[in-house]
């Protein structure tokens, strides 16, 4: 047998195989700590490659979100949240991922932080903040809640690397339907993040750039969306 074929039959050796064999060996307390904390460092490494694993072949499959719920006062369309919900609740389900958010208010700044935690423990987080949504006459549990289940939808598909459709006419007449590129899920956070840096108040640019929604924004206009809240810097 050739040294490469022992090498491909020869067991892997694991932390836990080194603690068995320090117990019969009667190892010192330090030892064995020592060596249950190389167990633990095993085990969450283990539990990260599994994680990363999972996400990977959940990207994969996981299909583009449809924006299917219209807005009341005009075509514009969106992917709420239940819907994209149960739109990748299978393909997390099939590769051992879960999620859940955790929701902190400090002053007028609410904040809503998505994990996602794989079947053997690793998980991973993001979050993002926003002042209540006080549009449309809103009372003021209204517009947490409002803003509550923006952030909920961009947090998730920020962790999750989700996309969502938007069917729109692009002018060829009646019945002429065509997909339009829109921004990234990580490009919205990018622009609310500006616009937080600088002070803008969104609505008032969602209005500004004649969407609904930040998400509404057509890629072909992202530089323009950029340019125009970096000038509105120190004003």
Not at 81 to 106: C, N, V
Not at 215 to 225: H, K, L, Q, V
């Amino acid at each position: 047998m050739s040294d490469r074929q022992e090498l491909e039959v020869r067991p892997v050796v694991t932390p836990m195989m080194l603690i068995d064999r320090a117990q019969q060996a009667n190892a010192s307390i330090e030892q064995m700590q020592q060596l249950f904390d190389l167990q633990l460092r095993y085990e969450a490494n283990e539990a990260r490659k599994a994680y990363n694993e999972a996400m990977s072949d959940f990207r994969k499959v996981c299909p583009t979100i449809n924006r299917g719920r219209k807005v009341s006062h005009n075509d514009t369309r969106f992917a709420g949240l239940a819907e994209s919900i149960e739109a990748i609740k299978p393909f997390l389900s099939k590769y051992g991922l879960s999620h859940q958010w955790k929701t902190k208010q400090d002053g007028a700044a609410i904040t809503v932080e998505c994990t996602v935690t794989h079947r053997m423990g690793h998980s991973e987080s993001t979050s993002l903040s926003a002042s209540p949504d006080k549009s449309g006459g809103k009372n003021d549990i209204q517009a947490i809640g409002s803003t509550v289940s923006y952030l909920e939808r961009y947090t998730l598909y920020a962790i999750l690397g989700l996309s969502s459709r938007e069917m729109d006419d692009d002018g060829k007449g009646a019945g002429g339907v065509a997909e339009v590129e829109i921004i990234t899920e990580a490009q919205v956070m990018d622009l609310i993040s500006l616009a937080k840096e600088v002070g803008a108040d969104l609505k008032k640019f969602c209005t500004f750039m004649k969407v609904e929604d930040l998400s509404y924004i057509p890629t072909a206009r992202f530089a323009t969306a950029i340019k125009n809240l970096e000038a509105r810097r120190g004003k």
